[in-house]
């Protein structure tokens, strides 16, 4: 008999086939993106409230099921499914009131008529959340509790799974990732937050940006005097890519592993040597506009910019994390990396730029811990009831950053620097002129530990599937529309086609390529206001009916 360890990321989401009796991994499903339109989470909250949370649920489910379906198991063998993901991510998946998470306030929720939700451990029926004659009828399906409302079974993961729940001395852990979670522990007391860093950070929203995932460029290093590209291979190993010059574009050797893209670790790199070397003078303007990173990969003034905000962003809630906590910044002792762009970063590279505060004394890297507490609650190695004692135990102070203060001055510092240019000298002198310190100046290198070569370690003896196509279209009826096509012209990602069919005009969006709530391009540029994104229906190009 089979389990399952299903982690609902908010870039992807990954699935793992565990065999009960050998307690071992059997095979990883990976989706390149998340199945719902949008590029973070609040997009994702955003469609489910105007568009309808059944056609979200029906999606990601839709999703899930095509996951299953690349294991090539009589789904009847499968007894048992833990789910970890943030609370937007695993409501959404219960199909249960996401209301109170859009809407801060309690009259406001009063208004809405919303009641307190609990999120804690919940177990259902796989027909619960599936439906009748689905294959998983008897299953038991296991939602893993959040902590408190913002904070996830996602955050619980990346406590759980690190030393940081353990850790004696003040330390910070982040899963990096398009929402950025993380906390800070001091003693017995836990201070958490969550960044809304975008998905730069894990190669979205970046020219020739892509996920981890093979091709995908995860490291660069300086050789001979050139730009030596890391390319994960086929098994997610890291691989040798071209030697290049990055300002000319020459390939000086080829490499061993062809680059197709650059993930959001790759460019966390790549900035920091252009930084570090000085081939960038002045933020985010980069020589002739470009750099040159392979054959078809190149990196813009734009992407820098992109990837700024996203790294600023984290930087801005770890130093917030300290100044509410009331420390000073060398108090930090630990400092405690998750998730796939958590992984596969050099932490040095990341540290020299912002992504882990300059003056951390250990770097301690990790892989999904999502995952992995997952894959621990399937195989018993983690009783139920510990996971609820242990998520009841950890009383976290929460710091909603949207209306803090200290982080949108700090971030307003970010900004300045990453896509004005702004000196580090004037960045300081703002952060003082805000009543904060200034970041010192450190020449230590820290202790860095990697404790896993990859995001998810053991893969299993099958190896890893990468799902790209999960074809899925939402569309809309485009009353008025005059096929002049603009909108199918302006889609950053090629993401909607119109489509005329039975006397009518329709516009269909691939959902998972769509950018959703935050882009909603399409609309604006559309001359006789014929797109709205508002009445919606989801389907599938296979088998699923319409919803």
């Known amino acids: ?105 309690k009259n406001m929720q009063r208004r809405l008529g919303i009641e307190e939700v609990k999120r804690g451990l919940r177990i259902y029926k796989g027909s619960d959340i599936f439906g009748i004659d689905s294959g998983l009828d ?69 020219k020739c940006g892509m996920l981890a995932s093979p091709g995908a460029i995860s490291d660069v290093n300086i050789e001979d005097g050139f730009w030596r590209m890391t390319v994960l291979d086929e098994n997610m190993e890291p691989g040798k890519g071209d030697l290049i010059d990055p300002e000319t574009g020459v ?19 790549a900035i920091s040597l252009a930084v570090n070397t000085g081939l960038i003078k002045k933020l985010p303007e980069l020589p002739k506009g470009r750099l040159v990173l392979g054959e078809t990969v190149l990196l813009t003034d734009e992407d820098i ?45 990341g540290r020299k730029i912002g992504l882990a505060p300059v003056f951390s004394k250990n770097i301690v890297q990790f892989g999904n811990t999502s995952l992995e507490l997952a894959k ?24 909603m950053l949207a209306s803090n203060d200290t982080f949108k001055n700090i971030y307003a510092c970010e900004l300045a620097y990453w896509t004005e240019g702004m000196q580090a000298e004037m960045y300081n002198h ?4 805000y009543g904060m310190p200034g970041l010192p100046e450190v020449t230590d290198i820290p202790s860095i530990e990697q404790r896993v070569n990859k995001d998810i370690d053991d893969t299993g003896y099958q190896g890893l599937k990468i799902i790209k196509d999960l074809d899925m279209i939402i569309e809309e009826e485009s009353s008025g529309c005059m096929q002049c096509k603009i909108c199918e012209r302006e889609c950053p990602e090629q993401a909607l086609h119109v489509v005329p069919k039975d006397g009518h005009v329709y516009v269909d969006y ?14 604006g540029v559309c001359p006789v206001k014929a797109i709205s994104y508002r009445e919606i229906r989801s389907f599938s190009t296979g088998d699923m009916p319409a919803v």
């Open 1 to 105: 008999m089979y389990g399952i360890a299903l982690d609902l990321g908010t870039s992807g989401f990954r699935l793992q086939l565990l065999n009960l009796s050998k307690k071992s991994a059997v095979k990883t499903v990976m989706t390149m993106r998340h199945p719902l339109p949008g590029g973070n989470v609040i997009d994702h909250l955003g469609f489910a409230i105007q568009v309808g949370q059944d056609s979200a649920n029906k999606i990601m489910t839709h999703t899930i099921h095509k996951m299953l379906d690349e294991l090539h198991i009589p789904l009847e063998m499968i007894t048992k499914i833990a789910v970890c993901g943030n609370p937007i991510q695993l409501s959404l998946f219960q199909n249960i009131e996401i209301r109170d998470l859009a809407y801060a306030g």
């Open 138 to 206: 008897e299953c038991e399906i296991i939602v893993l509790p959040s902590i408190e409302h913002e904070i996830g079974a996602d955050a619980l993961a990346m406590m759980i799974k690190t030393d940081f729940i353990r850790q004696e001395e003040i330390a910070i852990v982040t899963d990096y990732g398009t929402n950025a979670e993380m906390a800070l522990k001091v003693g017995d007391r836990i201070v958490t937050c969550s960044a809304a860093a975008g998905p730069s950070i894990e190669g979205q929203g970046i």
């Open 251 to 269: 390939i000086v050797e080829k490499g061993e592993v062809y680059a197709r893209g650059i993930t959001g670790t790759g460019v966390i790199s």
């Open 305 to 349: 910019a992109e990837a700024g905000k996203a790294i600023g962003a984290i930087r801005a809630a770890h130093l917030t994390l300290l100044i509410e906590s009331g420390l000073k910044y060398e108090d930090l002792k630990y400092m405690y990396m998750s998730g796939a762009s958590g992984t596969y970063v050099d932490a040095e590279k």
């Open 376 to 399: 621990d609650v399937v195989l018993g190695n983690f009783e139920l009831d510990e996971i609820v004692e242990l998520a009841d135990r950890i009383k976290a102070d929460h710091i």
């Open 430 to 433: 703002f952060l003082e002129a």
């Open 510 to 523: 691939t959902a998972h390529l769509c950018l959703g709530m935050s882009c909603k391009r399409c609309v």
